[in-house]
């Protein structure tokens, strides 16, 4: 499975962003979805999952109420709206792709996007 993020950008504190990540290859699989985040001189960090259905979904505490995932089958994609942005969710965003359940190590997933960008200036 390869995965291509898309969607990152700069924009403002308060201001939103949508992700993007395009899953193309062996897609017949129920994979659950997830996004992770690093930022510089930290390390990558859980930020939500997703279902195969879309009926589950998990999010970290620092982004509930703010960010939504979502997924299209039928197109391969999943996305991450991002609404009320902060400097601290400055970060390179990753899509991964792993088997059930909803699960929030980045070991346990096991494919990965390359990251997009997004910068919150204050």
């Known amino acids: 499975v390869q995965l291509q993020a898309s969607g990152g950008g700069l924009v403002q504190a308060g201001g939103s962003l949508r992700l993007s990540c395009v899953a193309s290859?062996?897609?017949?699989?129920?994979?659950?979805m997830g996004w992770f985040r690093q930022a510089p001189g930290k390390e990558r960090e859980f930020v939500s999952a997703?279902?195969?259905?879309?009926?589950?979904?998990k999010y970290t505490d620092s982004v509930k109420g703010r960010f939504t995932i979502s997924r299209d089958n039928a197109k391969n994609t999943v996305f991450l709206q991002m609404n009320s942005l902060k400097p601290e969710d400055t970060a390179v965003y990753y899509c991964?792709?792993?088997?059930?359940?909803?699960?929030?190590?980045?070991?346990?997933?096991?494919?990965w996007g390359q990251g997009t960008l997004v910068t919150v200036s204050s």
């Open positions: 991964a792709a792993g088997s059930p359940p909803l699960v929030i190590m980045p070991y346990q997933y096991d494919y």
């Open positions: 290859g062996r897609t017949g699989s129920r994979y659950i």
């Open positions: 997703i279902s195969w259905s879309g009926n589950s979904t």
